[in-house]
T-cell receptor, first 115, second 114 residues
Framework: AQSVTQPDIHITVSEGASLELRCNYS??????LFWYVQSPGQGLQLLLK??????LVQGIKGFEAEFKRSQSSFNLRKPSVHWSDAAEYFC?????????????FGTGTKLQVIP | DSGVTQTPKHLITATGQRVTLRCSPR?????VYWYQQSLDQGLQFLIQ???????AKGNILERFSAQQFPDLHSELNLSSLELGDSALYFC?????????????FGPGTRLTVT
């Protein structure tokens, strides 16, 4: 079975500071990995995804993530946070399960940005 | 704007009642997915329809059912509602049957059961 752990429920950073959101996954084979962002009152928007190849993935809004197989991690980073980045972030893992492609989401990390 | 629309935005109802949530996928998308997001369970996949047929089933309760109509819009029916059914219900859509990795999410319907 596939699973995702986001160990930080809530993170607060100052505007302009760097950000790293942690994500650990469990999946038997090479996983497909995703980061989504959910702003208040909005649906989930895909930030970036990893399928194969270069383990450093660039996404929208200046975000990047690095796949580390040895650590089963896919941490999301941004060098300088903007107030508009305040939102909830979800890591997800995709793979074959029960005969169909399935995506399993983590419980999310809520990001607060302070001036 | 993802192009996926959901109605209503908010719904307040009482225990034991039945409600219907509606989703219109992006133009050209044949798959519709339903998710439930609650505080204790996180985001859980409920069910997928592709071109009118059920394609995959997740953690959907027997009290819940869904269908996809010929015009590709989908409805999620929740019956005998309990307090624990209070949640955000998301719909997502994608082009193909196995293109869940390219899904686009709607803004959600917030259901409150009192």
């Amino acid at each position: 079975a596939q699973s995702v752990t986001q160990p930080d429920i809530h993170i607060t950073v100052s505007e302009g500071a760097s950000l790293e959101l942690r994500c650990n996954y469990s999946y038997g084979a090479t996983p497909y990995l995703f980061w989504y962002v959910q702003s208040p009152g909005q649906g989930l928007q895909l930030l970036l995804k990893y399928f194969s190849g270069d383990t450093l993935v660039q996404g929208i809004k200046g975000f990047e993530a690095e796949f580390k197989r040895s650590q089963s991690s896919f941490n999301l980073r941004k060098p300088s946070v903007h107030w508009s980045d305040a939102a909830e972030y979800f890591c997800a893992v995709g793979g074959l399960s029960g005969g169909y492609q399935k995506v399993t989401f983590g419980t999310g990390t809520k990001l607060q940005v302070i001036p | 704007d993802s192009g996926v629309t959901q109605t209503p935005k908010h719904l307040i109802t009482a225990t034991g009642q039945r409600v219907t949530l509606r989703c219109s996928p992006r133009s050209g998308d044949l798959s519709v997915y339903w998710y439930q997001q609650s505080l204790d369970q996180g985001l859980q996949f409920l069910i997928q329809y592709y071109n009118g047929e059920e394609r995959a089933k997740g953690n959907i309760l027997e009290r819940f059912s869904a269908q996809q109509f010929p015009d590709l819009h989908s409805e999620l029916n929740l019956s005998s509602l309990e307090l624990g059914d209070s949640a955000l219900y998301f719909c997502a859509s994608s082009v193909g049957a196995d293109s869940i990795y390219e899904q686009y999410f709607g803004p959600g319907t917030r259901l409150t059961v009192t």
